[in-house]
């Protein structure tokens, strides 16, 4: 199977799963995808029933998303909460290569994207062997994410030096890719890492890389490393400036080629609830729903993720499954 210049679309395989990723991210104006919820539980978005969820619930939801059309579900990265933030974080953060590893095995088309993966807590070795090998087995179906990190303790923790997390990323970067290259004995030598010699099968196909973060260091990094740019938290006012100053960044650079923008959609809701979830969101018919995302596409947004309000497992599967059935075909 292979990627498009883009790193989205691919060709078709023998199990179709090359063809339906085409459909879903290659031939609609806006694609949409999710970050899933119950495998990372902060006070900030996540919803009551969460707590007592487990496998089961990931694997409904997951499903959800692969029959509806969602593009790619999304796994957050913490290796450890310390104390003075787990009432705002909690310390429920599966690790996101074992839980797309086991989500790949249970669909069979979305993207598996890491939303996003902290690279400059692990060597790009390790980095490029666990990533690497997920793409394989899934059948090149990974999408990753990166971003620098914020908690210093788990810098701390594992020796990585916190206050240079952003250029410790930025090599990062450049380590997996040159792992990942065309020389199955890569070699790279940098200030924080130096490796040659090594060869590492199998190799993945060529992988997406997304740069998370909305500080004006990781929007720079977005447009001059990545192949897309992950938001984080910049409202719909904020995003015209910042999706102008990455095309400004990339032409002044010279870098060319498909750039994917995302966005982070305000909660959604499809329908009219009968119970208060909170202001802000969008909710109401499909129709309505639609024209509010598709302001996204407007400001020049490829894919944007969606989060719904729900009260249980069951009720976020409908919404997901209306979402797919009645939205989706409206963006």
Do not use: N
Not at 24 to 49: D, F, H, K, N
């Amino acid at each position: 199977m292979g990627r498009g210049e883009d790193g989205l679309s691919t060709s078709a395989s023998g199990s179709g799963q090359g063809a339906a990723a085409e459909r879903a991210l290659g031939e609609r104006a806006l694609a949409y995808g999710m970050q899933l919820p119950v495998q990372s539980q902060s006070t900030i978005y996540a919803e009551p029933w969460e707590a007592d969820a487990g496998p089961d619930d990931l694997v409904a939801i997951a499903r959800a998303a692969d029959a509806a059309g969602f593009a790619y579900v999304g796994v957050c990265d913490h290796v450890a909460v310390p104390r003075r933030l787990a009432d705002a974080m909690g310390t429920v953060w599966y690790d996101p290569v074992a839980t797309l590893s086991f989500l790949a095995a249970v669909t069979s088309r979305v993207r598996l994207l890491s939303h996003v993966a902290v690279i400059g807590l692990r060597h790009p070795l390790l980095t490029a062997k666990q990533y690497g090998t997920l793409d394989h087995l899934s059948g090149g179906r990974l999408i990753l994410g990166v971003g620098a990190g914020h908690v210093r303790e788990e810098f701390e923790a594992l020796g990585v030096d916190f206050a240079r997390r952003g250029a410790v990323l930025d090599e990062a970067i450049d380590a997996v890719r040159s792992a990942w290259g065309a020389d199955e004995f890569p070699s790279h030598r940098g200030k924080s890492y130096a490796f040659e010699g090594l060869g590492q099968r199998p190799r993945p196909g060529r992988v997406p890389l997304w740069v998370g973060g909305s500080s004006p260091a990781a929007v720079r990094r977005a447009a001059l490393k990545g192949d897309g740019w992950l938001p984080q938290g910049d409202p719909r006012e904020r995003l015209p400036a910042q999706i102008e100053r990455v095309r400004v960044l990339r032409e002044r650079a010279g870098v060319e080629g498909e750039f994917v923008v995302g966005a982070i959609a305000e909660p959604v809701y499809v329908g009219v609830p009968s119970w208060g979830v909170g202001r802000g969101g969008v909710t109401g018919s499909a129709a309505a729903v639609a024209e509010s995302l598709r302001e996204y596409g407007e400001m020049g947004v490829r894919q944007v993720q969606v989060r719904f309000r729900s009260r249980g497992v069951s009720e976020l599967v409908d919404q997901i499954s209306a979402f797919g059935v009645e939205v989706g075909p409206l963006l």
